[in-house]
């Protein structure tokens, strides 16, 4: 194998049919050459339910729940699942959490022992996560929030995301950081960023993400002038991690 290609899902390879089309061919054409992964926010069920929909083709392996389960095939990876269990106390999270009527809580589907999701309304974003933040570090515990899409709120053991997932496959699969290309459009991928990878900043982008990539962006992340999977195209060709595109 001489490539690994991880790419969120909902508006980074979903988005555009034409280009995923496009995107889809010339990875089958080079399926022997590269390991792929899917890192999305969503559950395995819903990320499962997507690939049905928009014919997405099948990965190496699945991140999950903003990398807080790693799937191959069916099977759930009871190593990550036992790592990210270490330091975390869920039902302590879970109850800080509950204190903040503004934070509306997720379908059941979307949480998972690893994951509490909820929506907020963005004006009310800053002030709120800053407040349970302080309260999750003043009890002691190693949680992390993220923010994506202007309304998506995560908490997340401190030792899982979409990042730290990556890195852990990517270790086990021995594929070094310079033949790695990450892709994301918002929040819950700046993780995947602050890896050592490459990456790729597809153009439409959320303003969360770009507002980290003005701040912490590097030589090594591409902002690609196309939108979606033409992105993950541009940003293949840039990194000349195919053969050129015709
Ligand atoms: C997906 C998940 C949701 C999560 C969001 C952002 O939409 O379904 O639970 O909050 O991604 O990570
Ligand atoms: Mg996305």
Redesign the pocket.
């Known amino acids: 194998m001489n490539f690994l290609l991880v790419t969120d899902l ?1 508006n980074t390879l979903v988005g555009e049919d034409t280009t995923l089309l496009r995107l889809n061919q010339k990875l089958l054409a080079n399926r022997d050459r590269l390991y792929l992964i899917y890192a ?4 395995y069920a ?1 990320a499962r339910q997507l690939q049905e929909e928009q014919n997405l083709i099948e990965p190496d392996y699945w991140l999950t ?2 990398g807080t389960e790693i799937y191959r095939k069916d099977e759930r990876d009871p190593e990550w699942a036992e790592r990210l269990s270490q330091d975390w106390n869920r039902d302590s999270v879970a109850a800080i959490a509950s204190g903040f009527p503004d934070l509306i809580l ?1 379908p059941e589907t ?1 949480q998972n022992p690893w ?1 509490l ?3 907020i309304d963005s004006e009310r974003a800053d002030t709120v996560l800053a407040n349970l933040q302080a309260l999750i570090t003043q009890a002691g515990l190693r949680a992390q929030i ?1 923010f ?2 202007d309304e ?3 908490i997340l053991p401190k030792n899982g995301d979409k990042g730290l997932a990556m890195t852990y496959l990517r270790e086990k699969l021995g594929i070094p950081p310079e033949k790695t290309l990450v892709c994301g459009d ?3 991928d700046i993780s995947l960023f602050q890896q050592n990878t490459l990456g790729l900043i597809v153009s439409n982008s959320r303003s969360e993400l770009l507002a980290w990539y003005r701040l912490c962006g590097e030589s090594r992340h591409y902002r690609s002038r196309a939108r979606f999977a033409g992105g993950i195209l541009e940003a293949i060709d840039h990194f000349k991690l195919m053969p050129p595109s015709e």
């Open positions: 909902d999305t926010g969503r559950s819903l729940g903003v997720q979307e994951k999701s909820f929506l993220i994506s899409n998506d709120v995560d918002s929040g819950n």
